[in-house]
């Protein structure tokens, strides 16, 4: 049995986000370029992070965790728009994880943007927590 994605999607992690962390194949929606992004923070690939940035909020460098944070669960609130055919997108989420033993969460609404016909991450808005 493969191992499933850390993604959260069901599928094994061979044929859901690894391909998009490796450069085997792009992502096609904006939902699947967001959890790709988590996949890269729990294997801190600052590499991908950073490559899947819109080039005009990419930060010089990403500071990935020093192996105290620890992710647990991504939860997909809401998709607007972000499909193949669509060009803006935005993913609402909740990340738990866990930092020296204790456990909190990371809400936030995303936005996405096709750059050269490819999906990136734009920005996003920290959600405080219902």
């Not at 993913?91 to 456990?103: P, R, S, T």
Request: charged residues 25%; neutral net charge.
């Amino acid at each position: 049995m493969q191992d499933l994605c850390f993604c959260g999607s069901g599928k094994s992690f061979q044929t859901c986000c690894q391909p998009f962390l490796s450069g085997e194949s792009t992502a096609a929606t904006a939902e699947q370029l967001m959890r790709s992004r988590y996949c890269a923070a729990v294997l801190a690939n600052e590499s991908y992070t950073l490559d899947s940035w819109h080039s005009t909020t990419r930060p010089l460098k990403k500071q990935m965790s020093d192996g105290k944070v620890k992710w647990h669960r991504l939860k997909i609130k809401k998709v607007i728009n972000g499909g193949v055919d669509d060009n803006e997108g935005e993913v609402i989420f909740e990340a738990i994880y866990k930092v020296n033993g204790q456990a909190r969460k990371h809400c936030e609404h995303s936005r996405f943007v096709k750059e050269n016909g490819q999906w990136r991450y734009l920005d996003a808005l920290e959600l405080t927590d219902d």
